[in-house]
C-alpha cells in the first residue's frame, strides 16, 4: 500500500541540507544506494525463508499440542522481526515522518475494519450493517489517499479504450 505525497516534498525532506555538506555528497549517497541494495536482497532473502518457516511452525501448533497455541509460529515470529529490524532497510533516513505512515500501515487498516466490525456486533447490528461499517473505513482511507488515483483512473480508461478499439485493416 502507498501514501501519496507530493514528490517535491519528498525530495525536499530527504535532500542535503546543504549542498556543501560532505556527510551528503556523492560517495555517501552511493554508499546508501549499495546498502540499499544489499538490503532489499537481504530482506527478500529473509522473506523467502520466513514463508515456509511460519507456515511450518504454524502446521507444527495445529498438529501438535504445545504450552500455548500458536506457540512455535510467534517464535519463529519473533525471530522475523529480529531480522527485520535487523536489516533496518530505512535507516539511511534516520528520520521519521508520521505524517507518511500514521494510518496507512497494513496492520492500521485491518485495525480499523476488526474495530468497525466489532462496534457494529457489539451492538447487535446485521450483517449489512458490519459490511457497510466495512465499506466506510475503506472510503476514508480512499478518500485520504485519493490524490492521484485520478491520474491513474484516466489512464486505465485510456488504455481500455485503446485495446478495445478494433484493428485497423490496410488490406481493402
Known amino acids: 500500500m502507498t501514501v501519496n505525497v507530493p514528490e517535491a516534498k519528498l525530495s525536499a525532506k530527504y535532500a542535503p541540507a546543504n549542498r556543501g555538506d560532505e556527510s551528503r555528497g556523492r560517495w555517501p549517497f552511493l554508499r546508501d544506494v549499495l546498502v540499499l541494495q544489499l538490503k532489499l536482497l537481504v530482506g527478500n ?4 525463508v520466513l514463508i515456509p518457516a511460519t507456515l511450518g511452525a504454524a502446521g507444527l ?6 504450552s500455548r497455541h500458536g506457540s512455535r509460529f ?7 522481526r529480529q531480522a527485520d529490524e535487523a536489516i533496518g532497510l530505512y535507516s539511511a533516513l534516520d528520520r521519521e515522518d508520521p505524517e507518511l ?8 487498516v485491518v485495525t480499523q475494519l476488526e474495530n468497525a466490525i466489532i462496534r457494529e456486533c457489539e451492538k447487535g447490528s446485521s450483517a449489512a450493517a458490519m459490511k457497510a461499517a466495512a465499506d466506510r473505513v475503506l ?3 480512499h478518500w485520504k489517499t485519493s490524490a492521484g488515483s485520478g491520474r491513474a483512473r484516466e489512464a486505465a ?5 485503446h485495446l478495445a478499439r478494433p484493428a485497423r485493416s490496410d488490406a481493402h
Request: no cysteine; net charge negative.
Open 101 to 108: 505512515t500514521h494510518g496507512f500501515t497494513i496492520d492500521a
Open 61 to 66: 501448533d495445529l498438529i501438535f499440542k504445545s
Open 45 to 48: 532473502l529473509h522473506n523467502f
Open 74 to 80: 510467534y517464535r519463529v515470529l519473533g525471530w522475523g
Open 157 to 161: 480508461q485510456r488504455l481500455v479504450e
Open 139 to 141: 472510503d476514508q482511507l
